[in-house]
């Protein structure tokens, strides 16, 4: 299968590789179970930086298109239903044919017709609107960042205690509202009459946690910290549901400064939210942190992505 990037095109190298990834593994380019090329093969190949091409392949396995085995390299799972339908795939094919007998550039004819078709969908079709609400302006807006990125739609970041100064008519735009199961119940009292419109989501931390993780020697500890106790308590309860229960966790919040200085003492290992992540540099420029600001698991995109469909 051949892959190609330009740096003159339209979109970002890695979005330019991701794409044809995944498109080469929906149309059967590689069987269900064969490896991919290693991420030293195909950063020579294509003369990129190799954390590009470990960009793109994280982002294909948190999709489901590949899975990853220490050691081994990435291995391919195609999707069970394509996105596609026949006729829409054969389209495609009649296209592209028709501007290779005319001499033109795909790549071209793509990067014309991709912002005439948005404008199309939009006119056809008003965006639709999520709100994420959460208990920290951080998290909120991380989290809403996520959902926007992970769904393509419009999503309003609302702090649960400025809930209440919504009003009604503003309310109404949002299909959706999504929040932590500690707040459902609190955002429902507070949208009386939409109680039906609000999903409970889980969240889960980042594959490269689960990846720091699972490279820690049996003993190690491990640091976490969150800009409050309730956010540190739950970053420790998803390591542990992650499947790493014997991690010995050092904990520490923002709320409490004094508490993380001890997570700078013999730790291998840091997951910390932004903000805490930057305290902690900047006290200790070498410190091993990883910033973790948790999104929502996959069973929560599949819910609200349901959702939507029925209210379509």
């Known amino acids: 299968m051949d892959v190609f990037v330009n740096p003159k095109w339209e979109w970002p190298i890695h979005d330019q590789l991701f794409r044809q990834l995944k498109a080469a593994i929906e149309d059967g380019c590689w069987q269900d179970g064969e490896r991919l090329p290693s991420v030293r093969e195909l950063a020579a ?45 054969q389209l495609i094919k009649e296209t592209l044919e028709r501007i290779r007998d005319l001499g033109e550039d795909p790549v071209l004819f793509a990067q014309a017709l991709l912002p005439r078709a948005m404008r199309e969908h939009a006119k056809e079709k ?33 702090v649960l205690e400025a809930l ?11 299909a959706l509202f999504v929040t932590t199961f ?34 820690l020697s049996q003993g190690d500890r ?11 308590h739950r970053l ?17 919040s923002l709320e409490e400064p004094q508490t993380l200085p001890r997570l700078l003492e013999d730790v291998p290992l840091i997951v910390a939210a932004t903000k805490v992540a930057e305290i902690l540099k900047a006290f200790k420029p070498d410190a091993p942190v990883i910033v973790d600001d948790r999104t929502f698991t ?15």
């Open 236 to 252: 420790r309860d998803m390591i542990h549901q992650a499947g790493f229960d014997d991690i010995n966790v050092v904990e520490a």
């Open 298 to 312: 996959e069973g929560t995109l599949r819910e609200i992505r349901s959702r939507l469909e029925q209210n379509a």
């Open 126 to 158: 008003p965006r639709v609107r999520l709100a994420v609400i959460e208990c920290t302006s951080e998290q909120t807006t991380l989290l809403a960042e996520d959902l926007a990125r992970a769904l393509d739609v419009d999503v309003e970041p609302i």
């Open 182 to 215: 500690q707040h459902v119940e609190e955002v429902q009292q507070a949208l009386p009459g939409r109680s039906n419109a609000v999903i409970p989501g889980l969240l889960s931390a980042h594959l490269e946690t689960i990846k720091a993780l699972q490279n």
């Open 164 to 174: 209440a100064r919504w009003n009604k008519t503003d309310l109404n735009q949002f």
């Open 222 to 232: 491990v640091g976490i910290a969150c800009v409050n106790w309730e956010g540190t």
């Open 45 to 89: 190949v294509l003369r990129i930086h190799r954390n590009t091409v470990v960009k793109v392949y994280a982002a294909l396995e948190e999709l489901g298109y590949v899975s990853s085995h220490s050691g081994k390299g990435f291995f391919v799972h195609p999707p069970a239903k394509k996105p596609l339908s026949h006729e829409m795939e």
